[in-house]
């Protein structure tokens, strides 16, 4: 399996344009700084139109939510970390 076929490197395009798919996420995960939260109403922060969140911890546009169909977890979010960081 090459590294482009992981899930933790084609989770990554749900990490841009995803304000509407983190509102319908119960649990959002950051992989820079390795938070998990669990309410898009803490993101205040947005880049490319409004569209792409802004952790609340980092600042960095590394959210990914559980409506995306991944895992989010620290295993995870560490696997994410390591291929994008
Ligand atoms: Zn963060």
């Not at 991944?70 to 994008?84: D, K, Q, R, S």
Request: glycine letters at 8%; hydrophobic letters at 30%.
């Amino acid at each position: 399996m090459t590294i482009q076929d992981r899930p933790e490197y084609t989770a990554h395009r749900h990490c841009i344009y995803n304000r509407a798919e983190l509102e319908r996420s119960r649990d959002i995960g950051c992989f820079s700084c390795m938070k998990i939260f669990h309410n898009a109403q803490l993101i205040n922060e947005y880049c490319d139109g409004g569209e792409t969140a802004l952790c609340p911890c980092c600042s960095k546009d590394s959210l990914i939510g559980d409506a995306s169909g991944y895992p989010i977890t620290m295993t995870f979010l560490h696997g994410m970390h390591e291929i994008w960081c």
